[in-house]
């Protein structure tokens, strides 16, 4: 009786085990479709501050730290996948925002693998408009950065003057590469006044902690180059005027005597 009771128990682990690799490595479904993200919405932010940082022409240069961290990436094939994505994201974010807060306030959005372009400029646009208030900005990641976002860092002017470089995040930092395209350098997006100082480029190593990358002891990010930058900003570039608000449309009325009307005004016009 026990060869029967065997065959049939390792039937079943066999048949279970051969449904589990049909579905997660034969056959796995497809990725879910994930609806844009709204960056007005702080949900779709895996870091960000609870309170809005002080405005530069208030209380002087300060710098804030935009991070495209690759845990941020969402991509499942379930609810429950997404779920446990973005969950695992704001946590992996925290672990980082503690080291790099010694800079400055860190935004960190969620973005779609399949959108990663598109998503990190729109929410980088939207950190600008509502959140950044001509404070200088420092870029952290341990991915690479698509085109569509380092545009943006060479399209104003007054932008280009406060970014303060790139921070490569990895337990090899150095081997991380910035860029998607291997014909260009991260250099290339770099501004003259940083390049000229050698800080574009700022190592940070990392180590795994509980299953999450945290800033290595030995990481002093405090005593990283943005104490210069800052002084070189200080000296070389005026901070933002706070802005006027919106110009409201203002309706002009024709003012008249009583009795001038068009019609009055229509005949005298015809009698001269």
């Known amino acids: 009786m026990k060869k029967p009771v065997l065959w049939i128990v390792s039937a079943a682990v066999a048949i279970a085990l051969g449904a589990w690799l049909w579905r997660t490595v034969i056959a796995p479904p497809p990725y879910i479709e994930i609806s844009p993200l709204s960056y007005t919405d702080y949900a779709s932010w895996a870091v960000i501050p609870k309170e809005m940082p002080s405005p530069v022409w208030k209380d002087g240069w300060a710098v804030d730290v935009f991070l495209v961290d690759s845990a941020s990436e969402l991509k499942g094939r379930s609810g429950k996948d997404l779920n446990k994505k973005e969950q695992n994201a704001r946590l992996q974010g925290r672990m980082l925002e503690d080291g790099l807060s010694a800079m400055g306030p860190v935004y960190a959005p969620l973005y779609r693998a399949d959108a990663k372009g598109d998503d990190l400029s729109r929410a980088f646009l939207i950190y600008l408009k509502q959140h950044n208030h001509g404070r200088a900005i420092v870029l952290a990641a341990d991915t690479p950065l698509p085109e569509a976002l380092l ?109 001038d009307t068009d019609e009055r005004r229509a005949k005298k016009k015809n009698r001269d």
């Open 151 to 259: 545009a943006e860092l060479q399209r104003d002017p007054n932008l280009v003057e406060r970014f303060g470089g790139f921070y490569r995040i990895g337990k090899q930092p150095g081997s991380v590469t910035l860029v998607e395209d291997p014909a260009r350098t991260i250099e290339a997006y770099c501004p003259a006044h940083i390049k000229e100082a050698d800080t574009c480029v700022h190592d940070i190593t990392t180590i795994h902690r509980g299953g999450f990358a945290v800033l290595a002891p030995d990481t002093a990010v405090e005593d990283t180059d943005t104490t210069e930058f800052m002084a070189w900003l200080a000296t070389n570039v005026s901070p933002a005027a706070e802005p006027l608000g919106d110009i409201e449309e203002v309706e002009i009325v024709d003012i008249r005597r009583p009795g």
